[in-house]
């Protein structure tokens, strides 16, 4: 394969992986741009779909287990052949709608705003967003209360980290699907020394040859780390600090560009040496490429999680928690992690991995030990006011 | 006298489809847009209406310098694509006999592949260690820690590259429409080739040449693939903004502002323009004229 094939091939992958940044997909994003407008204008009215106060609302009640289950999650985030719904559908008897439909929290939200405003979840039963989304949704009150008593294999195999979220301390309303990291991505051929921190990517060495996240919490996160700041409770002010100095680094040419899973494209051309950037799709690059390394920084590495929730009005809500559980089936998950390489949220799962692969199962970024979930940090929950603030403002920094 | 009532109705049925098209797609959009555009909020506490006017006077102060790059990118390309255009289409249609249609051809050719797939072979062509910087780096046109990928001269040549076809089609039909003895009857009045060119050839190819910068210039001027895949921040125009205030900050009464702002600079050049070159040219009926 050629250079020029490989390129295709990789901008063709991350076209439609995860972490896929919408505008990425010019002609995808106009549409759906007009399309997400469209839906997000309808409603004039401030939030409040179903109960004014979601957290003392009723969980959901026992029922009787659907004919059919509308779930909506990210592209290529389950394994190829779909095995997993196919074991759900053999135990429950409930016939799995899965879509594909989530390529950004942002424009799903857009897509979704307007129905679940009204306490119509457009028959979806589970939808997957990341943690600040999941926190909006809540906070909306267009998402129910799940009842815990039907969640046994969460409640047993959830790891540590993740059961108290800052959002939904007690995982009352989300499950997690998946975790990642978001750290430095660098080529060992290109840099002088393995970069330890953040700062190495303000060495004037890499000028030209560092990009970041688009993704604000992404980026602000592990800047603000890096700083000396706490994301878990970092102010506004702190976080702005972050974005200032992005600013400074964007304005000097320090950092090249900002990137979604573009990243995945750059590093391999060498177009860019040093970045930060999602440990999953580290994984796979590195397949492809050895001197390809994901590292944690020493001042913090951003622990993010995509989370499974029940929206407002879902007509099989009960069933949703019933595959909500069915996943944290060690035998079940293992399935998953295999494929998608991010960090595997459920326990029991790593000894079945390293059976079939070792490598896998080895595999820090898949199955991190408590310490470096430990040393993770998870951004803080950020006020609605708080999030259109640095929103607007990392936003600025980054072209728009 | 029901034949003479048909016949007076038909041009208005004639027309029904494009005028339910306009009104459908054109109109009732616009009016939503201008609606929202004047509302406040935010995604999560909805949004008012509220005549917000100062939405407009707060989106040009604080996106004045990608208003202004914009234009300045798309009138840089529009120069530069006269003048590779311009020629292109002249070769073309006077001396491209029987290979017309063939070179032709080749300038729509690259229209078969999508555009975003085009830029992006820019992108991977253009790269750091690709083989075009390294022979610019021995030639000494590019410096030795330079790029040409992530910059000014790459966002301004991609948007050259890609409306290029705009320009160069009205340019074509309007020569190839001048008739010959025309030049011929020039040259009997003892014109040199240059005299027969700035008075017969080009003022006749003038509805072309307008024609084809206004279909160069107005989505060059709202493009944002090209700054987005071979800029940076420092690059992005008009259109990124937009993009981003839409489907990254939700902020939709800015975005929606935006928008029409750019379109009345747009429909304020294009009036510039038209009075300029006449609007006899801009609807292409100045050949038919004299």
């Known amino acids: 394969m050629t250079d020029f094939e490989r390129d295709y091939e990789r901008f063709i992958r991350a076209e439609i992986s995860r972490r896929r940044l919408l505008r990425r997909g010019a002609a995808g994003a106009l549409s759906v741009s007009a399309l997400s407008y469209l839906a997000a204008c309808g409603s004039e009215t401030g939030g409040g779909g179903g109960d004014s106060d979601p957290k003392g609302q009723q969980a959901i009640k026992k029922g009787k287990v659907g004919d059919s289950l509308y779930f909506a999650n990210w592209p290529l985030y389950i394994e190829e052949d779909r095995g997993t719904l196919k074991e759900f559908e053999k135990e429950y008897g409930a016939k799995v709608k899965y879509i594909e439909e989530v390529n950004d929290n942002t424009e799903f939200f857009g897509k979704v705003r307007q129905q679940y405003e009204r306490g119509d979840s457009g028959g979806r039963d589970i939808h997957v967003v990341t943690d600040w989304m999941a926190a909006r949704m809540l906070r909306l009150g267009y998402v129910q209360k799940l009842d815990k008593a039907e969640l046994p294999n969460v409640t047993a195999n959830l790891i540590e980290r993740l059961k108290s979220p800052p959002f939904d301390p007690k995982r009352e309303f989300s499950v997690p699907w998946q975790s990642g990291f978001t750290g430095i991505v660098y080529r060992k051929d290109k840099v002088k020394r393995e970069p330890k921190s953040v700062d190495d990517l303000f060495d004037p060495a890499y000028k ?193 | 006298m029901p034949a003479r009532l048909k016949k007076a109705g038909l041009p208005y049925l004639l027309l029904a489809p494009g005028l339910g098209w306009l009104v459908i797609f054109f109109a009732i959009p616009m009016a939503y847009m201008l609606f929202e555009s004047l509302k406040t909020g935010t995604i999560d506490t909805g949004f008012l209406f509220t005549w917000e006017f100062s939405n407009y006077p707060n989106a040009i102060s604080d996106f004045s310098e990608q208003f202004v790059r914009s234009f300045e990118y798309a009138g840089i390309a529009a120069v530069a694509a006269v003048l590779i255009g311009y020629p292109l289409a002249y070769v073309i249609a006077f001396r491209g006999g029987r290979w017309r249609n063939a070179l032709l051809l080749a300038v729509i050719a690259p229209f078969f592949v999508t555009y975003l797939i085009r830029t992006l072979s820019w992108e991977s062509i253009l790269s750091d260690s690709g083989f075009v910087v390294s022979t ?84 060059a001027a709202g493009d ?67």
Request: with cysteine; glycine share 8%.
């Open chain 2, 224 to 290: 944002f693939i090209n700054a987005e895949l071979l800029g940076t921040p420092n690059q992005f125009m008009i259109g990124n903004v937009i993009q981003s205030r839409f489907l990254e900050v939700t902020d939709y009464p800015t975005a929606a502002a935006l928008s029409f702002i750019l379109m009345a600079i747009m429909l304020v050049l294009v009036i510039i323009w038209a009075r300029i070159a006449g609007t006899e040219a801009l609807l292409g009926t100045e050949g038919e004229e004299r």
């Open chain 2, 136 to 219: 610019l780096k021995t030639i000494g046109l590019v410096a030795d820690d330079g790029r040409v990928l992530d910059t000014t001269g790459a966002v301004v040549a991609g948007i050259t590259y890609n409306f290029l076809p705009f320009m160069i089609l009205p340019l074509y039909a309007s020569l190839e429409r001048i008739d010959p003895r025309l030049l011929e009857a020039g040259y009997d009045l003892y014109g040199r080739r240059r005299d027969v060119f700035l008075r017969v050839t080009l003022p006749l190819s003038m509805p072309g040449l307008v024609a084809g910068t206004l279909l160069f210039f107005i989505p």
């Open chain 1, 208 to 400: 030209g040859k560092v990009t970041m996240l688009t993704e604000m919490r992404d980026t602000v996160g592990v800047v603000a780390a890096s700083m000396g700041f706490d994301p878990e409770k970092a102010t506004t002010d702190e976080f702005m600090q972050a974005i200032e100095k992005i600013d400074e680094g964007a304005k000097s040419g320090q950092i090249r560009s900002f990137t979604g899973n573009e990243f995945t494209k750059d590093l391999p051309k060498g177009d860019s040496w040093l970045i930060i950037g999602w440990s999953g799709d580290s994984v796979q690059l590195q397949a492809d490429n050895p001197n390809i390394r994901f590292v944690a920084p020493e001042t913090g590495v951003h622990l993010w999680t995509d989370n499974m929730q029940v929206p407002v009005g879902a007509p099989e809500a009960f069933t949703a928690q019933k595959m909500m559980d069915f996943v944290y089936q060690p035998e079940v998950q293992a399935d998953i992690a295999e494929y998608v390489n991010y960090i595997c949220p459920c326990n029991g799962v790593k000894e079945i991995l390293t059976e079939r692969d070792p490598a896998l199962g080895n595999n820090q970024l898949i199955f991190p030990d408590e310490e470096t979930l430990s040393g993770a940090f998870i951004f803080r929950d950020l006020k609605p006011e708080e999030d259109q603030e640095l929103t607007e403002a990392f936003q600025k920094v980054i072209g728009a």
